[in-house]
């Protein structure tokens, strides 16, 4: 009984392993098949002031070193005139020596695409001091996500959660459905 229940556990420890294995493949960092998301990257500004880019890396891609993580970004309460931030988001694959836009993918398929950004206080209830819209839409009218608007309303600080959503087909403006093609998050401060 002992030697059945060992082989017993054997073999679920190996499935849970496989499975595990499988959902973090199919989770990985991806557009279309065979292409990876190594780089995210953010850029912020004020209008006629000079932006700051922020920068997310797994050069590695999933299961490799830890990312390289982007610096806080730091906003104030009270901007010039009271103008929001202009947001750019921008992906690329980066992996051995390559330098693809992948940005420009997802410009080309923007039906098919959202970027989701959710803000994550760790100070008050969520979107209290930040919001953050889509600039630009697709043929339907829906948003796309990689221009945007910051617009802060109170001293805050936290996390950016971006995903970016494979929605072929089934794109509503919604971040519900479709599949997640990448996932990172930009720690945020606003004095």
Same mark, same amino acid.
């Given at each position: 009984?002992?030697l059945?229940k060992?082989?017993?556990?054997?073999?679920?420890a190996?499935?849970?392993?496989?499975?595990?294995s499988?959902t973090?493949?199919?989770c !990985?960092n991806k557009?279309e098949?065979g292409? =990876?998301i190594t @780089?995210?990257?953010l850029?912020?500004g004020? &209008?006629g002031? $000079?932006?700051?880019?922020y920068?997310?890396?797994d050069?590695? !891609?999933?299961?490799?070193s830890?990312?390289s =993580?982007p610096? @806080?970004?730091?906003?104030?309460?009270i901007t &010039?005139?009271? $103008?929001p931030?202009?947001?750019?988001?921008?992906?690329?694959?980066?992996?051995?020596?390559k330098n693809?836009?992948i940005t420009?993918?997802?410009q080309?398929?923007k039906n098919?695409?959202?970027v989701c950004?959710?803000?994550?206080?760790?100070s008050m209830?969520p979107?209290?001091g930040?919001s953050?819209?889509a600039a630009d839409?697709?043929?339907?009218s829906?948003?796309?996500g990689?221009s945007t608007?910051?617009?802060?309303k109170?001293?805050d600080?936290?996390?950016?959660?971006?995903?970016?959503k494979?929605?072929?087909?089934s794109k509503?403006?919604?971040c519900?459905?479709g599949?997640?093609?990448?996932e990172?998050s930009?720690?945020?401060?606003i004095?």
């Amino acid at each position: 009984m002992n030697l059945f229940k060992s082989h017993l556990l054997n073999c679920l420890a190996v499935s849970a392993l496989l499975t595990l294995s499988t959902t973090i493949h199919s989770c !990985g960092n991806k557009v279309e098949e065979g292409e =990876l998301i190594t @780089t995210v990257q953010l850029t912020l500004g004020l &209008p006629g002031d $000079s932006s700051k880019v922020y920068t997310w890396q797994d050069l590695d !891609g999933p299961g490799g070193s830890a990312p390289s =993580l982007p610096d @806080t970004i730091k906003l104030s309460q009270i901007t &010039p005139g009271g $103008s929001p931030y202009f947001g750019k988001l921008e992906f690329f694959n980066l992996q051995s020596g390559k330098n693809e836009n992948i940005t420009l993918e997802i410009q080309n398929e923007k039906n098919n695409h959202l970027v989701c950004y959710e803000v994550s206080s760790l100070s008050m209830k969520p979107s209290s001091g930040l919001s953050i819209l889509a600039a630009d839409k697709d043929d339907k009218s829906l948003p796309i996500g990689l221009s945007t608007t910051w617009t802060t309303k109170a001293i805050d600080f936290g996390d950016i959660w971006v995903r970016l959503k494979h929605q072929a087909n089934s794109k509503t403006g919604s971040c519900d459905v479709g599949e997640t093609d990448v996932e990172v998050s930009f720690p945020y401060v606003i004095r």
